[in-house]
């Protein structure tokens, strides 16, 4: 996470009843001497707790929340383009597009070499499912496909990027000169 949460909330994550009723505790009577009654103290506690994300919505109340720095551009696996699009701090979720080339799965017979088989002449290796003896392979085609994904941001993070992450701070300073104290 991008942003650090006082001590005594480093165990809001887990996941219990004894450590959600000391954690609407605590955001409570931190709510109650900032701004408001008791009552809406505790209906804030709850619905803090009970949001998907609640390191986010304590970060997000107590003003001290910062969205992370995020690479724009990675790679995956199989050297697939993923283009980041926005962030969910509910989530802890980045959302992304991908152009990868277009496959099909085949069935071919377990003695066929794989390296005989190509886009243009799967069909007629190709067998039924229910055959004996066969096997299963991916084929690739020359043509891509664009489609819309979303993964968790510490699987994004543990991509490839295109970028360094000193060029990616640069980026964000050039682009945001007013956050980092330059106008």
């Given at each position: ?10 165990f ?11 954690m ?30 609640a ?8 003003g ?34 991908y152009?990868?080339?277009?496959t ?23 067998k ?56």
């Open positions: 996470m991008s942003y650090k949460l006082p001590f005594f909330f480093s809001l994550s887990l996941n219990n009843n004894k450590t959600k009723k000391v609407s505790f605590i955001i409570q009577k931190a709510v109650e001497s900032l701004l408001i009654d008791k009552a809406q103290a505790k209906a804030l506690a709850e619905i803090v707790l009970a949001t998907p994300n390191d986010y919505a304590v970060s997000l109340l107590f001290v929340y910062k969205e992370p720095l995020i690479h724009g551009r990675k790679f995956g696996k199989n050297k697939e383009k993923y283009q980041f699009e926005s962030y969910s701090p509910w989530d802890d979720r980045v959302h992304y597009s152009s990868r080339n277009k099909i799965g085949i069935y071919i017979s377990k003695d066929t070499n794989e390296e005989e088989v190509t886009y243009e002449n799967y069909k007629s290796f190709e039924h499912y229910n055959d004996k003896d066969i096997k299963h392979m991916i084929i690739k085609f020359p043509e891509t496909e664009k489609g819309t994904a979303v993964m968790g941001l510490d699987s994004w993070n543990k991509l490839q990027s295109d970028y360094t992450m000193e060029e990616v701070y640069l980026n964000d300073v050039l682009e945001n000169p007013e956050e980092y104290g330059l106008i």
